[in-house]
């Protein structure tokens, strides 16, 4: 059972905005702050945010993480055909002591 | 570059133990957590153990306690990470990571599949 939470899927238009979220609680997200990763089918994660809301070096600009109380957030805008993948929030979860993840969502241009 | 390159694919029957290993290489292997993370067909991703930069410390998920062992071999940058009991809801892609803050580096996976 996934410890953050997902919406399963989300569908936008090609060169429309998508906002993908992640809710967990005080002892992760909203203390802890998530990371973003995503993945292709047939293909390791890959990081695309950092706990901070950093992008690694290579990632688009077009991509920006935020955090809202126990809710992060990761916007992506100028949809393109290559975004459509799975996306996964990550957390260290101070309670139990884990890390946890999100149960992914799977995006969708259209 | 920096990558993790994980062993080949494994079938094992029920109740056996696998072993799976994982090389860094391209940065400084000591200076970095390790994690394991797995992932069932069709379903997300699972974290399993963490072990620390001098693998001194090692930290289980406690669904995974008793049965699960991840070593460090820092001579050959490896870390290795040993499952028991087998069963088939074991059958799963297992990936190792380097962790600075985030999951920032991730192995090429190695598929275990677990037949009864």
């Known amino acids: 059972q996934a410890g953050l939470t997902q919406p399963p899927s989300v569908s936008k238009g090609l060169r429309q905005t998508a906002t993908l979220t992640c809710t967990g609680n005080?002892?992760?997200?909203?203390?802890?702050?998530a990371a973003w990763l995503k993945q292709h089918q047939g293909h390791p994660p890959k990081l695309l945010s950092d706990?901070?809301?950093n992008r690694p070096s290579g990632i688009s600009e077009r991509l920006s993480a935020s955090r809202s109380g126990n809710t992060a957030s990761l916007t992506i805008t100028e949809l393109q055909p290559e975004d459509e993948a799975d996306y996964y929030c990550?957390?260290?979860?101070?309670?139990?002591?884990?890390?946890?993840f999100g149960g992914g969502t799977k995006l969708t241009v259209l | 570059q920096v990558q993790l390159v994980q062993s080949g694919a494994e079938v094992k029957k029920s109740g056996a133990s696998v072993k799976v290993s994982c090389k860094a290489s391209?940065?400084?292997?000591?200076?970095?957590?390790m994690h394991w993370m797995r992932q069932a067909p069709g379903q997300g991703l699972e974290w399993m153990a963490m072990?620390?930069?001098?693998?001194?410390?090692?930290h289980y998920a406690q669904k995974f306690q008793g049965r699960v062992t991840m070593t460090r071999d820092t001579s050959t940058s490896t870390v290795y990470m040993e499952l028991s009991s087998l069963r088939s809801e074991d059958t799963a892609m297992y990936y190792c990571?380097?962790?600075?803050?985030?999951?920032?580096?991730w192995g090429q996976g190695t598929m275990v599949i677990v037949s009864s």
């Open positions: 005080s002892n992760n997200v909203g203390n802890e702050g």
């Open positions: 072990s620390s930069p001098s693998g001194d410390s090692k």
């Open positions: 706990r901070n809301n």
């Open positions: 990550s957390a260290w979860d101070s309670s139990l002591p884990a890390w946890v």
């Open positions: 391209g940065y400084s292997f000591t200076n970095y957590y």
């Open positions: 990571a380097r962790e600075s803050g985030a999951f920032d580096v």
